[in-house]
């Protein structure tokens, strides 16, 4: 119950429309609001270069939402796929060139003194920078913050990763992810602490002791947890005792953060096909850090569960499962072996 009713809470949090202290200019605008939705439906033939347009004629919303697109976009559609680099600049970016560049519109709303943009702009920064995190946090763009927050996780000293832990509740989607590096020196790795949340929310909370074995199954269980496939040759036949299988699908199955991969397999497969199909999914797209990576560009503009609620964000789990590559570069599973792992998923993903 403690996990369940952590979920639903979280779930009310993220289907607020956080919006900016000062309304974003231009996010009313018909036109504007068109094309949002059109992006939203994963039409960005169509969609795109409507937004581009309105860029270019001032509208701030869709400036904000170009520059985002442009950084945040997971799997690029057929569409961007078929582009040239001017078409791309074009597309995407002003007409003010920095070099052979074209500059992008969040350093152009920054320059004009839009604060949302300057923190927007902070959070593709490199390095530790404790400040952007909190600024993004306070102006209701979370998400944008987690590249930050995992680098501060990756990086950051004791005291900074304390800091961090000041800012975010347990709940949180990434506390893994920290509490991994964090705890590095006492054997944890973030697959370990990512499969310990996934089986304390099936199972209930376990001493880590008992509840995770140190047998080489439980370790390449934590490497799949951790990156899924893209483990070169060691993954692919490698098969989830049922104990981690049955926790992490039901993870996928609830958590708002997983919302894309469980509408596909749920939309594509018959009930008793499900488990294989999340199973599969998963491990595709990447693992625990990739799986809930698939984000609004820009939550004042569209809040986190509209997105993870859309035809866009299916989309994108559909086109990066088709083109998932192992850490070496190689396609994971051929049509017949993916079709071999889950038939649903491949029929899914056939056309991608």
């Not at 956080?18 to 996010?27: E, F, H, K, L």
């Not at 140190?214 to 036949?237: E, K, L, S, W």
Request: charged share 20%; proline share 4%; aromatic share 8%.
């Amino acid at each position: 119950m403690r996990q369940l009713t952590v979920w639903f809470v979280f779930a009310i949090f993220c289907s607020i429309d956080v919006q900016a202290t000062t309304p974003i200019s231009g996010s009313d605008a018909p036109d504007y609001r068109h094309a949002v939705q059109t992006w939203l439906a994963d039409d960005d033939e169509t969609s795109l270069p409507a937004l581009s347009a309105l860029a270019h004629k001032g509208n701030t919303s869709a400036r904000l939402l170009l520059a985002r697109i442009e950084a945040t976009d997971r799997s690029y559609s057929p569409y961007l796929r078929s582009l040239s680099r001017s078409q791309w600049h074009t597309l995407f970016r002003s007409i003010i060139f920095d070099g052979a560049f074209a500059r992008s519109w969040i350093r152009v709303e920054s320059e004009r003194g839009l604060e949302l943009a300057q923190r927007l702009k902070d959070a593709t920064q490199l390095g530790i920078h404790l400040l952007a995190i909190e600024k993004l946090l306070e102006s209701g763009e979370p998400e944008a913050a987690e590249h930050l927050i995992r680098k501060v996780a990756v990086d950051g000293s004791d005291q900074q990763r304390d800091h961090l832990l000041t800012l975010l509740t347990p709940e949180h989607e990434l506390w893994p992810y920290i509490s991994g590096f964090r705890h590095a020196r006492d054997g944890l790795t973030t697959g370990h602490t990512a499969l310990q949340r996934i089986i304390d929310n099936n199972y209930g909370p376990l001493p880590n002791a008992v509840s995770l074995a140190n047998d080489a199954v439980t370790r390449n269980a934590r490497i799949f947890v951790d990156i899924g496939y893209q483990a070169g040759d060691r993954m692919p036949d490698f098969q989830l005792p049922k104990h981690y299988s049955d926790a992490l699908v039901n993870w996928v199955l609830n958590a708002p953060a997983a919302i894309p991969v469980a509408t596909l397999c749920q939309r594509s497969c018959l009930e008793a096909e499900v488990s294989a199909c999340v199973v599969t999914a998963f491990g595709l797209v990447g693992g625990y850090y990739e799986v809930i990576r698939f984000d609004s560009p820009v939550e004042n503009l569209i809040s986190q569960h509209r997105f993870l609620h859309s035809e866009r964000a299916l989309g994108m789990v559909q086109r990066r499962i088709a083109n998932a590559r192992s850490e070496v570069g190689d396609i994971v599973f051929s049509p017949t072996a993916l079709a071999a792992k889950s038939q649903c998923l491949a029929s899914a993903v056939a056309d991608w």
